[in-house]
RNA sequence: GCCCCCUUCGUCUAGUGGCCUAGGACUCCGGGUUCUCAGUCCGGCAACAGGGGUUCGAGUCCCCUAGGGGGUACCA
């Protein structure tokens, strides 16, 4: 192994399994632990998961790594990029596993079990039935070659299991959670590797880290309870203990739940979930897309980028679930999320997601930029919808951006543009509002006679910019002895088909 | 069942014994501005889970109760 770099610099990793998409709960984790590296100049790793072979997919890793990219949370070495530490996949560190593993046999803190599935699952019962917690009565252990052979002569096979301490405390600092105390006791003598040689989770975890050489683990909540026995695995190998943070995981809108991909149609009863949701799929849809709640979810991170949304405003949102600067502060850029993030600050308790929220944050970064960084925005939107098609001249990029500055905060989302189709349309494909056109032309009797005036005003006028137009607009109104209301709405009819403007 | 954790406006949060008649943000509701809508500006509603202690004084410390959550795999 690398010696212990010399510098304090902190490396933190992020861990993704590839069984499913780049859910939002972990991109929050992700961002913690990407600010705590930067902001002292170290690393962020991105390790993939994968020692469950049969739960993986390799096609899941794809948009893992691609909502990464689109966030801008580069990391420093995994994936694709490599580093000093490669492979970065669990897939391919068996035979380092296996070589702990060996060591933990060696120095006796982890033994061959022999026990069948079924006499297990009897201990288990009996343990159950008397209400008590299940431990182990190592009735299968081998501790000699004598005794594994012997087991082995009765067709049995073995897996390495931990031999935790049965007395004693597990005692170590949460950087979030303050002290954390567990009894041995109430730990069990983990699986380490498998029958078939492959081996486990927390033995992999905590090699790596190792390895990796990892200052901090920044993790959710539902591993707290598993940390009790990846320090007895990284005690026992004279490894050196990396800082532990267990920050809290993202909830379901309304409610103190771990927010979970499957249950989107649930959340679709929630009515701000069920808005945000209409709102994508209508863009979606614009852009020809074929959606299903599988893959096209808020819940995961592809959903915003499909739709239009800023990262750095979704990074600003998950930045403040659950941490917090001081009493008042709610905007910061990358920068100032690097120099101000601190573990310290963050809360202990679930924070639910909130999608009004984050629509308020993705107005405010969408109003600070300026028109032109919105019409690069929203190009490829009106690309993808075929509104506009390749190669564009300068006029058609004039005209985007002209569109862009009079829709203003209309478009929050890039999509949002859109909206605007009609825009882009021939002038006889206007589509009408055919409640509007009722309400604003057929009803009011006088509409089509102010109209016509209207119409007559408007050829005379000499030049065709705002000043004038608002100018014999204002005329009209008075001339006629009418209200602005009366010809406005109309007009706006008239003109675009539709009730707003 | 057992173990562990959490609990301030609807939501995200500030608060580390007196600065709290509890602050900010989002939402919502009024009002001003605007040719409509949006926006914007001003204003407003809204919370310390409950009960016991400790203390001159408790949102803040302790205990109990309740509620919520996580974990309890040859998953991660």
């Keep these: ?84 530490h490669a492979p970065y996949f669990q897939s391919q560190r068996l035979a380092r596993y296996q070589q702990e593993v060996a060591r933990l046999l060696a120095n006796g803190s982890a033994y061959r079990d022999f026990a069948r599935p079924e006499e297990l699952a009897a201990e288990r019962a009996v343990a159950e039935r008397e209400k008590r917690d299940f431990v182990y009565s190592r009735r299968w252990m081998a501790e000699t070659d004598a005794q594994a052979r012997q087991f082995e002569s009765e067709g049995r096979v073995s897996v390495v299991r931990l031999k935790i301490p049965r007395q004693g405390n597990c005692t170590f600092t949460d950087l979030v959670r303050g002290e954390v105390s567990v009894q041995w006791s109430r730990e069990q003598d983990h699986v380490v590797q498998r029958a078939d040689g492959t081996c486990l989770y927390h033995l992999a975890s905590v090699v790596d880290d190792f390895d990796f050489q990892i200052t901090h683990v920044v993790r959710a909540v539902e591993h707290l309870s598993n940390t009790p026995r990846q320090i007895f695995i990284a005690q026992s190998l004279g490894y050196p203990l990396p800082q532990y943070a267990h920050i809290p995981f993202v909830a379901e809108p309304g409610s103190k739940v771990k927010l979970s991909k ?12 069920k808005k945000m949701v209409e709102h994508g799929s209508r863009i979606a849809q614009q852009l020809g897309l074929r959606t299903s709640p599988e893959t096209f979810n808020p819940v995961l991170i592809d959903f915003y980028k499909t739709v239009g949304y ?21 905007d910061f850029t990358r920068e100032e ?55 564009l001249d300068s006029s058609q990029t004039a005209l985007v951006s002209q569109l862009v500055a009079a829709a203003g905060d209309r478009i929050a989302v890039a ?20 409640a509007a056109f009722n309400k604003r032309l057929v009803q009011p009797h006088e509409a ?31 001339n006629m002895n009418i209200g602005a209301g009366e010809l406005v709405h109309p007009l706006r009819v008239a003109v675009t088909g539709k009730s707003v403007g």
């Design 415 to 434: 999509g949002d543009v859109l909206q605007f189709d009609d825009f882009f349309a021939a002038d006889e494909d206007v589509p009408y509002d055919q």
């Design 448 to 478: 089509g006679f102010l109209l016509n005036e209207y119409r007559k005003i408007l050829t005379s006028i000499p030049e065709f910019d705002a000043a004038s137009l608002e100018m014999a607009f204002t005329q009209f109104c008075q």
């Design 262 to 273: 499957r249950k989107i149609e649930q959340y679709l009863k929630n009515p701000d979930f």
């Design 1 to 84: 192994m690398e010696s212990v770099s010399p510098h304090s610099a902190v490396r933190t990793r992020f861990a993704p399994s590839p069984t499913g998409y780049l859910h939002i709960g972990g991109v929050r984790t992700a961002l913690f632990n990407w600010l705590l590296s930067k902001q002292t100049g170290g690393q962020f790793i991105l390790r993939i998961d994968d020692t469950d072979a049969a739960r993986n997919q390799q096609e899941a890793l794809a948009p893992i790594l691609e909502g990464f990219r689109w966030l801008g949370i580069q990391w420093d070495e995994g994936p694709e990029i490599g580093g000093p």
């Design 310 to 330: 800023l990262p750095d405003a979704i990074l600003n949102y998950l930045l403040l679930l659950g941490w917090s600067l001081d009493d008042k502060t709610e």
């Design 337 to 391: 999320m690097i120099r101000v993030f601190s573990l310290e600050r963050v809360v202990k308790s679930e924070a639910s997601f909130d999608p009004k929220k984050l629509m308020a944050f993705q107005q405010k970064h969408m109003a600070r930029l300026s028109v032109e960084e919105r019409t690069t925005r929203v190009m490829p939107f009106l690309l993808g919808a075929g509104l506009l098609r390749e190669p």
